[in-house]
């Protein structure tokens, strides 16, 4: 596949999966060995198990998630998406009671496509500005 062919199946996963929140879609698009890499994150994300796992949890947190992505940049079997990640919070998020505030906050994410599978992916988020927006950071 083509770098063109990998961010095709990038921009298809955070459209099919990540924006409208569908379980169903996950194994279309998530190999069973993938492995995601967010040092924001307080667990592990493997497998399609792990990334419905994360869903529930952000969907539970911000029903009305939405990724727009802002870049894209494709080399080889790597993918680049610069990302604005809007929300608004109406349920628990990993412990804390829901605080009705919406978030902007922004994310780079690196995603690794073999065959139409992402197998492997690297974030950074930022975290400070959510907890900011929503009234629980500093």
Known sequence: MSAADHTAVVLRYIEEVLNTGSQDAV???IDPAYVRHDPGLPFTVEGPDGIRQ???AFRTAFPDIHVACQAVI????QV???SLVTGT???ELMGMPPTGK???MGAIEIYRVAGDKIVEQWVVA???AMLRQLGIGG
Do not use: E, K, P, W
């Open 89 to 91: 919070n109406r349920g």
């Open 126 to 128: 930022d975290n400070a």
């Open 27 to 29: 194994d279309a698009f």
């Open 102 to 104: 919406s978030i902007n």
């Open 54 to 56: 994360l869903m529930g």
């Open 74 to 77: 494709a080399d080889g079997d």
């Open 80 to 82: 680049a998406v610069h």
